[in-house]
């Protein structure tokens, strides 16, 4: 490997820095997130040593000033650019007052350099600085954050994106963009909150007239049985998400909707707009009114270009897409919470200064059975006593399945699921009994839309990838929880409550089944490895994240090539601290 590459790198790097730290109390106003963008030819490339300082800084977010935790004296940190082929030299300097750690999320990497404390090293020590060293044999948009309790809700985080080998991005021009969540409340309360309460940020609970509107429409009989169930459940069916924008400033770029984060380009270039989730529990429903835009990319892999109107992009998972405005104005970038509790909106824009209308939220959807995937679910655990199977309940949704678009069979689909007798303990408040394939869903709140929305059946991986055999083993595993105790877990067990790690035989091909038997979405992380998500596309498409919608059974193949141990978790930060965490060891 040449590791003789431009010296222009350091020279950006540090003038950027300066720049960060004059700024310091100013705007959050990460300097990566110039609205020029940078044009294909003026890319720099490096493997010069970045120095990562971590601290914590008051800074203005939104129209207030908060205390994030920053990089190089921005929130979110600085845009890490590296190039295929190169060795990363990442030198991570804690100004904390507590242990810190950096985790590169997606990037296939040592063990040792994977920043899981507790797992990969042990973390970085107040005043020390830890050296991350690997080479870099990928490319594509990722990201990084803290590993280190609940950092990442404090904004210690920033986008990583790797040049392919030949530098050729595709497009005239492109521009980075990282969504985040951001609170004033500290988050261990905020973690707190929600073990007391798990509805505490859900503010748009039904009121008591649209019960009697319900009673109207649906009659008493019915309403009365529908309350009765959520109510067994311990959840509004407004449940979407568990923390909302009742706490939550949505950002891009660090930048709040008033700020307006923008983006230039001119009329008729093509604009590759790297997008990541870096929030710590929302997802975003994104969209540019008036553009199409062509994904091009999941997750940092490149897929075979799909158009659409908008997609939905869960916590830690990243698109790529491009889009191409022919006019001359203003567009909205949009990124809207699932839960419809709020938005960030962004600007493309061929000149600074001009805005385009920003759409209203759409109206909050509710987990009704249909939402769920129409499959029974039904309650075990210490709810056992008011076991009740959902299945009675659905029959009037049959009109769903004529939404549904065109499926064929997945190989999840033949997989007889288990359940041990039990159900899984007090942990798991309910356990899905007929999960269903959803991949071809858009998800809840998407299901009616007029526009072209991305499905994860829709992606097909660009080219094959390297191994090509077919699974030898099965492992399951079930995504479980308990909302009223705001307990989260896998197999019914948090991760101070397992034996040992889950075991992957080191070179072996492995189908991992997973079962969503709780009633949210939740994004799920493997480290180390890459799962191609079996959605009966081939090339399947590569995935380090995945989501799963409630009563959903999806299967994926990896690769377990990687020696040492992984860490494998739930990537809503609350869940993962709650319990829904594990350690896969290759070996
Ligand atoms: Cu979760």
Request: a neutral charge; charged letters at 25%; hydrophobic letters at 35%.
């Amino acid at each position: 490997m040449n590791n003789d590459f431009t010296k222009g790198r350091r020279k950006f790097v540090k003038s950027a820095f300066t720049v960060a730290s004059a700024l310091a109390i100013a705007k959050v106003a990460p300097t990566w997130a110039v609205p020029q963008g940078r044009s294909f030819k003026d890319q720099i490339l490096t493997n010069d040593e970045i120095d990562l300082t971590i601290t914590k800084s008051p800074l203005l977010v939104g129209n207030k000033v908060g205390t994030p935790i920053t990089i190089n004296g921005q929130m979110p940190g600085p845009l890490i650019r590296l190039k295929e082929g190169q060795r990363a030299k990442l030198n991570v300097i804690n100004r904390l007052l507590e242990d810190t750690s950096i985790h590169w999320h997606g990037i296939i990497l040592p063990e040792n350099m994977d920043g899981v404390p507790g797992v990969s090293f042990e973390g970085i020590k107040p005043g020390r600085t830890f050296k991350y060293r690997y080479d870099v044999e990928q490319n594509g948009t990722y990201w990084y954050h803290s590993h280190s309790g609940l950092q990442e809700q404090l904004g210690h985080l920033g986008p990583l994106v790797i040049e392919p080998k030949d530098g050729d991005i595709g497009a005239d021009r492109e521009h980075t963009i990282i969504l985040s969540d951001w609170t004033f409340e500290d988050p261990d309360t905020v973690f707190r909150n929600l073990k007391v309460a798990e509805g505490y940020y859900n503010y748009q609970k039904r009121t008591i007239f649209e019960t009697f509107k319900d009673v109207r429409q649906q009659g008493l009989d019915k309403t009365w049985k529908q309350r009765e169930m959520w109510g067994q459940m311990r959840m509004s069916p407004r449940d979407i998400a568990d923390v909302t924008g009742s706490t939550y400033t949505y950002l891009m770029n660090g930048r709040d909707s008033q700020m307006n984060w923008s983006a230039l380009f001119k009329p008729g270039e093509k604009v590759r707009l790297r997008i990541i989730n870096g929030s710590a529990m929302s997802f975003f429903d994104v969209r540019i009114p008036g553009l199409e835009m062509t994904v091009v990319a999941a997750d940092g892999q490149p897929v075979k270009p799909v158009p659409v109107d908008e997609f939905r992009i869960g916590v830690a998972e990243t698109y790529d897409v491009i889009v191409q405005p022919k006019q001359n104005k203003p567009y909205t970038i949009y990124a809207e919470s699932f839960d419809r509790s709020g938005y960030v909106r962004g600007t493309l824009t061929p000149e600074l200064g001009l805005e385009a209308e920003v759409p209203e939220l759409r109206q909050a959807p509710e987990r009704g059975m249909a939402a769920m995937g129409m499959g029974a679910m039904a309650m075990s655990g210490d709810m056992k006593g008011n076991s009740m199977n959902m299945k009675h309940m659905g029959g009037n949704n049959s009109h769903m399945t004529h939404k549904m678009t065109h499926k064929r069979e997945l190989p999840v689909e033949n997989i007889k699921i288990k359940h041990r007798e039990s159900g899984h303990g007090a942990g798991a408040a309910m356990i899905a009994t007929n999960p269903v394939s959803r991949l071809h869903e858009p998800g809840i709140g998407l299901e009616d839309v007029e526009h072209k929305v991305l499905l994860y059946t829709d992606l097909i991986g660009a080219h094959e990838w390297p191994d090509t055999r077919e699974p030898e083993r099965q492992i399951e595993l079930h995504l479980t929880g308990n909302m009223e105790r705001y307990m989260w877990s896998f197999d019914g067990k948090k991760f101070t409550e397992v034996d040992g790690p889950v075991q992957f035989h080191h070179g072996e091909r492995l189908r991992l089944v997973m079962v969503n038997d709780t009633m949210m979405d939740h994004p799920i992380h493997l480290h180390g490895m890459w799962m191609e998500l079996e959605n009966g596309q081939y090339p399947r498409p590569r995935k380090h994240t995945i989501s799963l919608k409630p009563n959903e059974k999806v299967s994926l193949l990896i690769t377990a090539d990687a020696p040492g141990s992984w860490a494998f978790h739930c990537h809503l930060l609350y869940h993962m601290k709650a319990g829904m965490f594990r350690v896969v060891n290759v070996a």
